[in-house]
T-cell receptor, first 115, second 111 residues
Framework: DAGITQSPRHKVTETGTPVTLRCHQT?????MYWYRQDPGHGLRLIHY???????DKGEVSDGYSVSRSKTEDFLLTLESATSSQTSVYFC??????????????FGQGTRLTVV | GQNIDQPTEMTATEGAIVQINCTYQ??????LFWYQQHAGEAPTFLSY????GLEEKGRFSSFLSRSKGYSYLLLKELQMKDSASYLC????????????FGRGTSLIVHP
């Protein structure tokens, strides 16, 4: 199994509070991604990183920020959580964007509930 | 942008064959992926097609027709453990070059 760990695995938080999710990899892959998965919407890209301190927005980036200060860690922050951000969040890693078919791996997911 | 369509849910019987379709609209097509995702787990890679035709891998096969914007995943000799969601994802050469996922098809296999 690819070395990718998400923490926490489950979290319940209150509306308006800040929340940070962590993705940690031991594969030394260059690219890291954050997705959210909701019924009826599938997996949607929030942000991705292509190197330390290099990040870009995805399809649904509003309300989220990310940081990558080390190759192995990619943090997703909800500055002020809303109920619409209740979702399952998946981190993924790949060495390159071209080789997704052989090198992309997903973490086990974080179930976030905003009440 | 990309538009990816697949059925929401399908049911099949153990031992049978099932075909899960995926249609897409995109400019600069550059590959189609199929992932399997069991409930509460991470998606795992099944297949990748970039040229027209059939790719076979054990009990699973994936077909692509670029001119029709169409793919299917064929599962043979269904087993109960094949009950899962199957995600179709399409990559285009423009933009971020990161695959965009469809909404997934939930497959339920009955004894």
């Amino acid at each position: 199994d690819a070395g990718i760990t998400q923490s926490p695995r489950h979290k319940v938080t209150e509306t308006g509070t800040p929340v940070t999710l962590r993705c940690h990899q031991t594969e030394n892959h260059r690219y890291m991604y954050w997705y959210r998965q909701d019924p009826g919407h599938g997996l949607r890209l929030i942000h991705y990183s292509y190197g330390v301190k290099d990040t870009d927005k995805g399809e649904v980036s509003d309300g989220y920020s990310v940081s990558r200060s080390k190759t192995e860690d990619f943090l997703l922050t909800l500055e002020s959580a809303t109920s619409s951000q209740t979702s399952v969040y998946f981190c993924a890693i790949s060495e390159s964007k071209a080789e997704w078919n052989t090198e992309a791996f997903f973490g086990q997911g974080t179930r976030l509930t905003v009440v | 942008g990309q538009n990816i369509d697949q059925p929401t849910e399908m049911t099949a019987t153990e031992g049978a064959i099932v075909q899960i379709n995926c249609t897409y609209q995109t400019s600069g097509f550059n590959g189609l992926f199929w992932y399997q995702q069991h409930a509460g787990e991470a998606p795992t890679f099944l297949s990748y097609n970039v040229l027209d035709g059939l790719e076979e891998k054990g009990r699973f096969s994936s077909f692509l027709s670029r001119s029709k914007g169409y793919s299917y995943l064929l599962l043979k000799e269904l087993q109960m453990k094949d009950s899962a969601s199957y995600l179709c994802a399409v990559r285009s050469s423009g933009g971020s070059y990161i695959p965009t996922f469809g909404r997934g098809t939930s497959l339920i296999v009955h004894p």
